[in-house]
């Protein structure tokens, strides 16, 4: 066997993520290593936390990006905030929310979930019944962009319920952060992580985390070590931590960490709030071109996400064979449904750089011919 | 606050990892992010699994690149073969093994220790009593390159002894792969991890790993789930399991995983035997200047690493303000001394692309006018 380089084929990537990356971030990737330790390294490292401030809206001083995935960042908050035995109230309206309960259990925590269907929001009343019937909860979860429906939940009530419950709040915001409106500090939320690769357009690898100061002290107060060594937060934060002086925990992802540095100087020179709107403008040319064509929208304009659109597959139509043409005559990819909405939506994704005019005319364009229009 | 996107300065690598990484690598890492279900990406984690099976000289089947760095491949290793309240026999000889064994903790096992002194291999006869001790151990962990120290272990022995008492291997060869010689099936490795940025040459952040069909079974044969839902392997392998169909487990590190793919097509290229052999004659040229220099190595030639070199602090110098110098003066990064180490040795790393002829000269020459020579 001799394996070649590898060179991709270009696409444009309106999936549910990775979304298109600007080749400014590409290019960053691609500057020389240097060491995790050197003083030009951690220098960057606080200019990340700096801007994860920014972008989360926050002043928490944890706040961080996570060497791994955005799933490594979700059991990050878990594995932190979760001691075996405690119960976590899981809010379900979609594969993330499940994949929450599996990790309440797995830390050994009980969770209590409150279920809604999918492709609508968290139902703030029905938490605040289970918060009340429940008083022993001491960590209320949920998902602000369910990525497998394209709903937006109500972040800030949620959070605000969990306060007044004396609950910790664990809010996923993967697709949510820089896509729509997140303000961590001014909502109450407690312990939030994000991907690098939906509405930041960077790669995926990365899972930038923020946990307010009542977050941390629970960490402080905790009975048990977390389970989970690399992802301590106590040990992290000593090489994350502010100050020159940094204690080796493991070693960065560089060059995937320039990457994720350069995403965040574009997106600050963009304006955080005015990314918002675009995301929420391309939406609507998205909109009124799927339905001037007849497609229908999974979610109620009330709470659909922007940025991941769950457009339902007309009748007779073989969904894949959709996919396959747009991937391979447009080189498009979209995305297939998720769980539940598996053969019955795409997820069109509208991230980040994949938010702009151009791609939602191809992907009509596209559409249109693979239905024969 | 204004943060500029982020230049860093070039530096020469030859510390304890990251080393340094050669252009194609980061060129790769600068090409366009396609999706994580892609069929061309598919085809490309097909060719990293051939190739990671020909860096660790294996045909296991099980053979992938965990998505975060190599603390989190010895997490997943220990994750999915240590259950709570099984017993551990952990070798430690330096900071790695320390670490071994607080992974045990935290996943509820019990870690029985051998200890040898910092400098010096595990010493395989303490090792076969510990076992005849305690023949209620199932997993025998040992790091086969230390890079705390510089010291290689004899991995072949250890292992053998683990089969011979019915134990299953943990073996941590993040500094070995591709720089000393390293036969895991020969051998009879079971669970064995490494990282992409000691001698592969690529950036830090992905983890690669390889599991023998006994440690397939034994994860199959758990009494209880694998506490973390992000190291579970066997949803892991439900992604990068063979056939075309994958199931989504979390989102790959799309453009790391370019970057490992180049790296391991360049180690293909000069040949893994010839990239062993480079490693051993740029530690002779090392040697030989340091030698000349009257500086003396921790650890004797019989044990040593080539690739990782521990160099004792002369009397009278100031380590940290010569690592500056050098730095400062001729952008060389050469390492600390760790743990028990700290402030008695330098380590300087001959690592993958930084195993060459002109930075072991660089070097010479540097330290040689830090010290006033």
């Known amino acids: 066997m001799t394996v070649s380089s590898f060179y991709p084929p270009q696409r444009t990537l309106m999936g549910p993520g990775p979304s298109d990356v600007n080749p400014r971030v590409l290019a960053a990737m691609a500057r020389p290593t240097i060491g995790h330790l050197d003083p030009e ?46 119960k976590v109230l899981v809010c379900i309206n979609g594969v993330f929310g499940m994949r929450m309960v599996e990790n309440v259990t797995r830390m050994g925590g009980e969770a209590i979930t409150v279920n809604n269907d999918w492709g609508t929001p968290v139902d703030v009343s029905q938490v605040e019944e289970a918060l009340i019937a429940n008083p022993e909860v001491r960590v209320l979860a949920f998902v602000h962009a369910e990525t ?29 952060l820089a896509g729509v409106e997140l303000q961590v500090d001014e909502w109450g939320c407690d312990a939030v992580y994000s991907g690098t690769q939906k509405c930041l357009s960077c790669p995926p690898g990365i899972s930038p985390i923020t946990m307010s100061e009542k977050a941390v002290a629970a960490i402080q107060a905790r009975n048990t070590p977390v389970q989970s060594w690399f992802q301590d937060l106590s040990l992290v ?14 070693t960065a992802p560089v060059n995937a960490l320039y990457g994720l ?35 229908d929208f999974l979610v109620d304009e009330s709470c659909r996400l922007p940025q991941l659109n769950s457009i339902c597959i007309p009748d007779g139509v073989d969904e894949a064979a959709v996919r396959s043409q747009l991937l391979n005559d447009y080189d498009l990819e979209i995305g297939a449904g998720l769980g539940a909405l598996a053969g019955k939506v795409w997820r069109v994704g509208l991230m980040g750089q994949a938010a702009k005019a151009t791609n939602v005319r191809l992907f009509l364009d596209a559409m249109g011919t693979a239905l024969g229009d």
């Open 41 to 86: 390294f951690v220098r960057m490292m606080d200019e990340i936390k700096e801007l994860l401030q920014y972008a989360f809206k926050t002043k928490n001083e944890l706040t961080l990006p996570i060497s791994a995935p955005g799933s490594a960042g979700m059991e990050t908050c878990f594995a932190n905030l979760v001691e075996p035995g405690d």
């Open 148 to 176: 497998s429906t394209g709903v937006r939940s109500d972040a800030q009530a949620l959070c605000k319920l969990a306060q007044a419950h004396n609950c910790l709040s664990i809010v996923d915001t993967v697709t949510s």
């Open 237 to 250: 934060m000593g090489y994350w931590g502010g100050g020159a002086k940094r204690a080796y925990h493991h």
């Open 261 to 295: 540095h350069e995403s965040l100087v574009m997106l600050q020179e963009e304006g955080l709030e005015n990314s918002w709107q675009r995301h929420a403008d391309m939406h609507g040319m998205l909109r009124d071109g799927a339905e001037a064509m007849g497609l």
